[in-house]
């Protein structure tokens, strides 16, 4: 990976970490919905982030 697709990462990595954060501190109680979402959307964020940079390596 270049150093432009590592920042490219880490601003996805960033924000994403942040609007985590967002629902967690907003939620009134954490119980299954709200981990199957953060579950969902960092399994709809990276998987293909790791199909398009880390698996296309060889």
């Known amino acids: 990976m270049t150093t432009g697709n590592w920042i490219r990462f880490a601003c996805i990595l960033g924000l994403w970490i942040f609007l985590v954060y967002i629902i967690l501190t907003r939620?009134?109680?954490?119980?299954?919905?709200?981990?199957?979402?953060?579950?969902?959307?960092?399994?709809i964020v990276f998987v293909p982030l790791y199909k398009k940079y880390v698996k296309n390596k060889k």
């Open 27 to 43: 939620t009134p109680r954490i119980d299954f919905m709200v981990i199957f979402a953060i579950v969902a959307s960092g399994i």
